[in-house]
Structure formats: C-alpha cells, structure tokens
C-alpha cells in the first residue's frame, strides 16, 4: 500500500510557490502582515501532520500554538458558537477562567477524542504545566480540539489518526509561513462544494495585527462569493459537480476558524472578536446551516504571565471605542483565510472513489472580469 505522510516537520518551510487569491489578481480590502498568515501575530507557531494513504486516507490533525512550541504562558482568550453542530473541546475553562492553557488542535470528527488525549501526553511528557490547574507540582488539562467531518474523502471510522502524528504537529510547529489547502487537518475536507481545507491570511490594525487561521468545510457551491462576486453561480449547472447529491444540494459540512492578535485585549473582549468572525464567513456566502459547526476561538498574545497563579498582575486593555480596526481586520483576513483554503486546494480523489474539484483559477478570473472586478 502506498503511503503518503508530510508530517509536520516539513509543514513550515519555504514559500508554497502555488499561488494564492491575491495572487489571481482578486481585490480584497485591507492590508495583509509581511506573510498574510496567522504567524504575522508575533509568537504564533502552526504545525500540520497530513496523512495520505492509499485510496481512502485522507485526513490529518493542525496544532495552533499561541506562544510556540517551548511557551507554558497562558493566553487570554473567548469562543463563540456560530452554529453548534460540531465541537471544541475545553471552551467551558476558557469561558470560566478567560484563558487557554495551551495549543488549539484540529482534526477530523472522530479523531478528537484521540487528539485531545495525546495532547495531555505531550504536555506531560515535556513538562508543559498549563498554569491556571496546576497543583503541589503536578496539573490537570483541558486541551483545546475542535473538528470538521471529512467522511467523503476519507475513510473517518478507521481512525487513522495517532498520538505520532499529534505530536508531529505540534514537535514540528514553526512561524513562517504556513502551508494551505489540502494539509492537516483540512486534508479531507470540502468548501462551497470545491475541495477546501486550511487556509490562513493577516490584516494591519493600526499598531496591532490581526491572524486567521480557517479549517473550512462548509457551504453550498451555490453560495460562494469572492470579493462580492458570485463565483458559485458562475460556474453553470451541471459543471464541476461532485455527482455526490448530499455535498451538492444541502449544507452539511462545517468551519473552524482561529483569531490571534497582538492587541491587549481582554476576554470580553476577545469574544467580541470571535463574533466578528462570522462577518468574514458571510462574506464568503455561508449562512451557518443547519448542520454546520462553525465554531470560532480568538486570542490575544499581550499580557504575557496574566496567569501567574501566585502574585497580582498589572495589565493593559484597549479601549472599546478604539476596537473599531480590529472588527474590520478580523472580518478581512476570515474572508481572505476561507478564500485561500480554497485557492490553494488540489482537487482529491477519496474514500470510496468519491472525487472534489479544486476551484478553478481561470473560472474565478472569468467571474472577477464579468463583474469588472479585476480587467
């Protein structure tokens, strides 16, 4: 049997030299960080295992960590829930204490279990206390997992996922630029009814940066819009299809989305920029159906030992009324992360033959002409 793995080791090297939206010439509003990616947040690492095996393995798991791989300090952070028809895991703490403990992981449906317990092995086996549970030298955790359904691609009951390649992908996170589309997490997983996955872009907000990384799996084809074009309705009935009546006629699937910045925010805070969260996604055409997870988490990397369990701590908040840039750079880069999951996807042939077509480049152009968007 022939077996692919890129692990997370190599998940963050050079450049993709495959393009991403901007590149196709799309107008997007703001202005992105040096890399367009989560890791413009200063601290951010992201590590990805993907796993590509024979014709039905097509999956993967993501680690987000808001202060890198050798970090214990807490982050302050807020969730929010969109549409509930999916997971993550530890936002009870996080709504209770105001913090994450440690990194944000995601996979597929039935890997979070896995997933969240090889996490607790990890910190354990390096010594990576979180500091809001830590008790007379020893811990408990409440790892933070979340998940989208990649059952059409990938054979999602053999549970292919291991504790190797949670540790992987955290073992192998990195700043720089962060690899998009059919890695990690998002291996197996459709958007719009074109092959999505992860997709990740920055926005300046006067002195702050704003990152988001996406795990997207939602939508109709029908829905999508890029940069207030149709695209989805462009491509005529009938063209492109799936031939899979489910993913082409109902919105079934789901989204999860990751806000870092480096702006002192505070929880309440935080949870109002998770919510903005979902101006990107619409955006982009979602209405958060039914069956969707679209489960969004927002953190900030300022106010560095806020969780020091032992002393008083001095922190810094900026003002509601000056939050304005970050509301609108949040929803900028969302928008943009969604549309580079998709950009940068490869079409993928899956479980039980079941085939997804990558968006196409020159259908998208097509689109940006007719609309006088691009010339």
Known sequence: MLVFWICAILALGPAQPKP??????VPLDGTPGPLNAITDVAGVEV???????????????????????????SVFAAWFSQNGDGEMTGTTWIEESGFLD??????????????????????????????????????????????????????????????????????????????????GGGTGMICYGFKGGIGTASRKAGDYTVGALVQCNCGLRTQLMVAGVPV?????????????????RAEVGSIIIVVATDAPLLPHQLKRL????????????S??????????????????????????????????????????ATAEAVEEAILNAMVTAETMTGNNGNRVIALPHDRLQQAMKKYNRIR
């Open 20 to 25: 991403r939206t901007r590149d196709l010439g």
């Open 47 to 73: 590590g990805h295992t993907t796993l590509i095996s024979g014709d039905s393995v097509r999956t993967g798991v993501t680690a987000v960590l808001p202060r890198g791989r050798q970090a214990t300090d």
């Open 102 to 183: 440690g990194p944000v992981m995601i996979t597929n449906t039935h890997s979070v279990g896995l997933v969240r317990d090889a996490v607790i092995a990890w910190q354990v086996r390096a010594g990576r206390r979180p500091k809001t549970n830590t008790y007379a030298g020893s811990f408990f955790s409440l790892p933070v997992v979340a998940e989208t359904y990649d059952g059409r691609l990938n054979d999602i009951n053999g549970f292919h996922v291991k504790e190797k390649h949670v540790f992987d992908a955290l073992d192998g996170a990195r700043a720089g630029p962060v690899p998009e589309g059919n890695v």
């Open 232 to 248: 989805g309705r462009e491509t005529p009935e009938g063209v492109l299809r799936s031939g899979d009546p489910v993913l082409d």
């Open 274 to 285: 998770a919510r903005r969260a979902t101006m990107g996604l619409a955006r982009t055409g």
């Open 287 to 328: 209405t958060s159906g039914n069956s969707s997870g679209d489960i969004f988490l927002a953190f900030s990397t300022a106010n560095s030992d806020a969780a020091n369990p032992a002393k008083t701590v001095a922190l810094q908040m900026l003002p509601n009324n000056l939050m304005n840039p970050l509301f609108a």
